[in-house]
């Protein structure tokens, strides 16, 4: 029985491959796509919230 494993990319293929639109990474040789979760976006708006309150208060 023969397995096959699949090739690991470099960080130059990386580069290479990696899709113009959106952020990516590199995992385990693998090229994947880094998305938002919901604790960022209520963090983003807690963090816009705090600053135009002290802006308007200053």
């Not at 385990?28 to 983003?44: K, L, S």
Request: glycine share 4%; charged share 20%.
């Amino acid at each position: 029985m023969k397995t096959y494993t699949k090739q690991q990319l470099t960080f130059e293929q990386f580069l290479e491959q990696c899709p113009e639109e959106g952020l990516y990474e590199l995992v385990d040789g693998e090229i994947a796509q880094v998305r938002a979760t919901r604790n960022h976006d209520v963090n983003q708006n807690v963090l816009k919230w705090l600053t135009f309150s002290l802006l308007t208060v200053l």
